[in-house]
């Protein structure tokens, strides 16, 4: 209830603070960026009926995020890695459901460009997620 409420009064303000966290590695531990994926999973879950009008905006920040974990050469251990793109999964599933399914079709055209294993494998959950 009241959370809901909080979250979609400020939810402008908070969708630039979640963008700005997905977009910068924050070091090998990611800390800011497994927390900031939290915040969005919880963001989504009380601001459903909002999300729609944001699918744009968030889907490319994920999918970019998805893009940098997978290409990043740095210091980010493997099980970081994998844990940042579980979370940004998670949100992608999330979203898909909150806008009947527009994430799946959205990611057809991503799905047979893209050559990556990796960033294939979470569109791969994504679409498949019932």
């Known amino acids: 209830g009241r959370l809901g409420i909080l979250i ?7 969708e630039r603070v979640i963008l700005g966290y997905l977009e910068i590695c924050d070091g ?16 989504i879950e009380h601001a459903w ?34 844990a940042l793109l579980q979370g940004a999964t998670e949100c992608l599933i999330l979203l898909d459901r909150c806008s009947e399914g527009r994430v799946k079709v959205l990611l057809e055209g991503v799905h047979s460009s893209c050559e ?12 498949e997620n019932a």
Do not use: Y
Not at 61 to 76: E, F, R, Y
């Open 8 to 14: 979609a009064r400020h939810l402008k303000r908070l």
């Open 28 to 43: 090998p531990e990611e800390e800011a960026r497994l927390g900031i994926l939290e915040t969005l999973q919880c963001t």
């Open 49 to 82: 009926p909002r999300m729609p009008c944001r699918l744009p905006v968030l889907l490319k920040a994920l999918l970019k995020m998805i893009w940098d974990v997978h290409t990043d050469q740095g210091s980010t251990p493997e099980p970081v890695k994998a």
């Open 116 to 127: 990556e294993n990796r960033v294939r494998e979470c569109i791969r959950k994504v679409r």
